[in-house]
């Protein structure tokens, strides 16, 4: 099984809708972040957060919220839905005391 | 200037070849360097970590860093078509609080 697990791997959805992205770990990591590729700008850190009370924006958070249910569950939503959202999202995670970031397979959004 | 640059190439070579893929990054206190290798609509995967300045081997892979001269690169012997794919640059950054800092990536062709 994966160690780091993201849900839907696809999804479709209109402006202005609200909608969740999840990620699940099993690899008893304390840190998690989110992610969106783009074409030609790399990765873009969305959100991260070191523990399950410690939640931080990172370059691109507007438009964005998340939610730490626990150590191995960081979800992230997108308000209100708009086109320049469309993007490649990858949730991640690292051991506190190390740099290495393991990533989730991703989920493919498009904003209609 | 961009925190963290790279060719975005893409990098041509022939099957067998030497493949040399660079970076430059711009924070002094940038300890710990990351390579990440994507394959197209796939999550990026660490290959190589190196924390001190000169050259580290792995394999075909061999990284390098020049700390005064801000600069690392990843050199990858015997080319295969398996190794076309897009090559990110991770440094982690004094001021960043443990994250990592991506490059835009390289994108890397192996020809047979």
């Known amino acids: 099984d994966a160690d780091v697990t993201q849900t839907p791997r696809n999804r479709i959805t209109k402006t202005g809708k609200r909608i969740m992205l999840e990620c699940s770990q099993t690899?008893?990591?304390?840190?998690m972040y989110w992610y969106r590729q783009d074409p030609g700008l790399g990765l873009r850190l969305i959100y991260y957060?070191?523990?399950?009370?410690?939640?931080n924006k990172g370059e691109i958070s507007d438009g964005y919220s998340v939610s730490r249910q626990a150590q191995a569950k960081f979800s992230l939503s997108l308000e209100s839905a708009i086109p320049n959202q469309t993007a490649l999202y990858f949730c991640?995670?690292?051991?506190?005391?190390?740099?290495?970031?393991?990533f989730g397979p991703g989920t493919r959004l498009l904003v209609l | 200037q961009k925190e963290v640059e790279q060719n975005s190439g893409p990098l041509s070579v022939p099957e067998g070849a030497i493949a040399s893929l660079n970076c430059t990054y711009s924070?002094?206190?940038?300890?710990?360097f990351f390579w990440y290798r994507q394959y197209s609509g796939k999550s990026p995967e660490l290959i190589m970590s190196?924390?001190?300045?000169g050259d580290k081997e792995d394999g075909r892979f061999t990284a390098q860093l020049n700390k005064a001269s801000q600069y690392v690169s990843l050199l990858i012997r015997d080319s295969q078509p398996s190794d076309s794919a897009t090559y990110l640059c991770?440094?982690?950054?004094?001021?960043?609080?443990?994250?990592?800092?991506f490059g835009q990536g390289t994108e890397l062709s192996v020809k047979p």
């Open positions: 690899k008893g990591h304390d840190r």
């Open positions: 957060s070191f523990d399950v009370k410690d939640i």
């Open positions: 991770a440094p982690d950054g004094e001021n960043q609080g443990g994250k990592l800092i």
């Open positions: 924070d002094r206190g940038s300890q710990s």
């Open positions: 991640a995670t690292s051991a506190a005391d190390q740099e290495t970031q393991y």
């Open positions: 190196i924390y001190s300045n």
